[in-house]
């Protein structure tokens, strides 16, 4: 067994949960259920008071044997989280799904994921949730063939008590939203919608905006990598950002917005009184983007958190952000890792931002080049973050030293000072000594865990 109930075999399982300690929950992934183990499975489990949350992925076992586990679970009252995820569940367990949905009074959350029940099999889930009164949130994830629009649009019209409505990587297109688009607009319970991974477009971008632009409920809109251009950002502009001042977050990443859309994104941003939370990652803004967004945010009130991060913006953009970001008193995060900035410009914005900004707290930058390759291929691309509040900046080198990594000390041994010279006034003592050290008294060539200690006891 792995942390936090994650099993990679049966007996481990039904030794864990024969054990006096409470287990909430339990992760089954990719391994073998042999029928003769079934039954001491399935009474283990029963005599388990404290499941809460179950997640099974992939579990090789009989057809019988599934439907006995299913069976006992729907019975399993404490039980509030489920989550399946690639099965042929076929007609007949689609059913028993849809029982557990009928029969347990405490579910709150029900993920179905790469999954294949047929038409039929989804029809009877479906009608299931129209009579659930306690689900919360339905996951619906990687179901290509089967998913019928007739079905979808129920579980928007008649799923009463759903307030989550979370369906990446299906296939929807803007024909299917567009027969949403009515229980889209008269829903009154949803707050968050994902639509993330699909195939939505800039026509569906638009019956969406039309949709929502009069919801008051919705906090949450996700239309990550959804084929959207400039085109869809302005029809979702004119509607929804510029009318709708509840929409909290909008998740616009991994698209392939332009120049044209961010300005229309970032005029309508100057107004919008609602949102906190704008992610657009990993489309096509460059330093003229750029440009719009910052000087968005001299006269935003609300932005809390912008992501700009694997895009194409240089110098030239970082130096309008560090600008407009001294009259900005709002935005406390944004990240611009991973496009084309230079070490200088980095810098510089650390030091005017350490003076000049009052309310930003975290600036996540990252390094690009042959210095670090190895150091990011090594360690998962742990970033160098800055952390500014107030007059000071804190900057964590996060990095778990490999005394062999030879790139790696070089890479501290060049930077390392010069990202401290940026770091050094402070407002208190207690903290500009952490800084005042000499960089070379830290030696990365010790356990990780001492490392993290001693650098908390210092800050």
Not at 175 to 197: E, H, M
Not at 246 to 270: H, M, P, V, Y
Not at 314 to 327: E, P, R, W, Y
């Amino acid at each position: 067994m792995l942390s936090e109930g994650l099993f990679h075999n049966v007996e481990d399982l039904i030794t864990a949960l024969n054990r006096s300690q409470p287990l909430p929950k339990i992760y089954l992934k990719s391994f073998s259920i042999p029928d003769d183990t079934v039954d001491e499975l399935i009474s283990s489990l029963k005599e388990n008071g404290s499941l809460r949350q179950i997640e099974m992925t992939d579990l090789e076992m009989n057809c019988v044997s599934f439907f006995k586990l299913l069976t006992t679970l729907k019975d399993i009252q404490t039980i509030s989280q489920v989550s399946f995820i690639s099965y042929t569940l076929g007609d007949e367990l689609s059913d028993t799904v849809a029982s557990f949905l009928n029969n347990n009074n405490n579910l709150s959350a029900i993920t179905l994921s790469k999954n294949d029940y047929g038409e039929d099999g989804f029809h009877q889930i479906v009608s299931a949730l129209q009579e659930n009164r306690v689900l919360s949130s339905f996951t619906l994830y990687g179901n290509r063939d089967w998913i019928s629009e007739v079905d979808l649009a129920m579980v928007f019209q008649k799923c009463k008590s759903l307030t989550e409505i979370v369906l990446p990587d299906n296939q929807i297109t803007h024909a299917t939203v567009d027969k949403l688009s009515f229980d889209l607009k008269t829903n009154r319970n949803l707050v968050n919608i994902d639509f993330s991974y699909n195939q939505v477009g800039d026509k569906g971008c638009h019956i969406i905006g039309m949709a929502l632009e009069e919801n008051k409920t919705l906090k949450s809109l996700s239309l990550r990598c959804n084929k959207i251009t400039d085109e869809g950002v302005i029809a979702l502009c004119e509607s929804l950002i510029t009318v709708n001042h509840t929409l909290a977050i909008l998740d616009l990443g991994e698209n392939k917005i332009g120049e044209s859309g961010i300005r229309s994104l970032a005029f309508a941003l100057q107004k919008n009184h609602g949102l906190s939370t704008i992610s657009l990652d990993e489309n096509a803004i460059d330093d003229i983007g750029a440009g719009f967004l910052a000087n968005m945010l001299k006269f935003n009130r609300v932005l809390a958190k912008l992501d700009v991060s694997g895009n194409d913006i240089g110098d030239v953009g970082a130096d309008h952000f560090t600008s407009c970001l001294k009259k900005n008193a709002t935005l406390n995060h944004i990240n611009l890792s991973f496009n084309v900035i230079q070490r200088y410009s980095i810098q510089y914005m650390a030091k005017e931002l350490q003076h000049h900004n009052q309310t930003l707290t975290n600036i996540d930058l990252d390094f690009d080049d042959e210095i670090m390759e190895s150091f990011i291929t090594e360690n998962r691309r742990r970033l160098v973050y800055f952390y500014c509040s107030k007059l000071y900046s804190l900057v964590g080198i996060l990095a778990l030293k490999n005394s062999e990594n030879k790139d790696l000390q070089t890479w501290i041994d060049i930077w390392g000072k010069d990202i401290l010279t940026c770091s050094r006034n402070f407002e208190s003592s207690s903290e500009s000594s952490f800084f005042d050290s000499d960089f070379d008294d830290f030696h990365f060539d010790s356990d990780s865990d001492s490392i993290e200690e001693s650098m908390h006891e210092k800050i």
